[in-house]
């Protein structure tokens, strides 16, 4: 299950799929995915873990569509600060009625960097589920550019995402990541990086 949706990461440049339509996407972040304008993501004022809002991806389509890939929920900052780093990318998910799987998720840049998609091993959550933590701990080479993240939708259903840090961590902490490789011609926009993230609570 989520095996199949990493794969079809393989064939698609998350900072260059866009939306079909203006969507209310929460401050300082992107909407993106295979099937991006399959799904609509928002603030939630009524369902939140922390503070008084969270972020949600959720699929739109008539049920009896066949689904067609997946939606992101993400930022893409550069990766200066964090050179030569063990990071820790944390946050909270709830799903609801997920036929296939949500997760948290990141991916390290830079032009002599294998590009990898990491996901966390406790992340990859379906069905219903209340709020879960969920985490990823990966490396941040010298030669990195940029780094993105966010959280994944795969097919019918609703994820909130909610009270994300970026953290360094000591290299005593573990990666705690499924690595799979991306297509090396991807290529690298700077000008696709913001300075620093923003908006992690969703309270903006």
Same mark, same amino acid.
């Given at each position: 299950?989520?095996?199949?949706? #990493?794969?079809? &990461?393989?064939?698609?440049? &998350?900072?260059?799929?866009?939306? $079909? ?5 929460? @401050?300082?972040?992107?909407? +993106? ?8 993501? =928002? ?10 809002? $969270? ?5 739109? #389509? %008539? ?24 990071? +820790?990318?944390?946050?909270? #998910? ?6 296939? $799987?949500?997760?948290? /998720? ?7 960097? *294998?590009?990898?998609? %990491?996901?966390? @091993? *406790?992340? =990859? &959550?379906? =069905?219903?589920? %209340? /709020? ?16 993105? !993240?966010?959280?994944?939708?795969? =097919?019918?259903?609703?994820? /909130?995402?909610?009270? &994300? +840090?970026? %953290?360094?961590?000591?290299? +005593? ?6 690595? /799979?490789?991306?297509? $090396? ?9 913001? *300075?620093?993230? @923003? *908006? #992690?609570? !969703?309270?903006?």
């Amino acid at each position: 299950m989520l095996e199949r949706f #990493l794969l079809s &990461l393989l064939c698609f440049g &998350l900072l260059t799929i866009g939306i $079909s339509a203006q969507q209310s996407v929460p @401050t300082g972040w992107l909407q +993106r995915g295979s099937a991006a304008g399959d799904y609509i993501t =928002g603030v939630d004022h009524s369902i939140y873990h922390g503070g008084k809002a $969270s972020g949600y991806i959720e699929y739109v #389509l %008539d049920p009896m569509i066949v689904q067609r890939g997946f939606a992101t929920l993400m930022q893409a900052v550069k990766a200066d600060k964090y050179h030569g780093k063990r990071i +820790r990318l944390s946050g909270y #998910l709830k799903t609801e009625r997920v036929k296939k $799987s949500a997760a948290l /998720w990141v991916r390290v840049e830079g032009k002599h960097i *294998n590009r990898t998609f %990491d996901v966390g @091993t *406790n992340s =990859g &959550l379906g =069905g219903t589920s %209340d /709020w879960k933590r969920v985490e990823a701990v990966f490396d941040v080479p010298s030669s990195a550019q940029g780094m993105a !993240f966010g959280v994944l939708l795969d =097919g019918k259903g609703r994820v /909130w995402i909610d009270d &994300l +840090r970026l %953290d360094i961590v000591d290299k +005593r902490v573990s990666t705690t990541t499924i690595r /799979w490789p991306f297509r $090396s011609d991807d290529g690298i926009d700077l000008q696709k990086y913001s *300075n620093s993230a @923003t *908006n #992690l609570d !969703f309270e903006q």
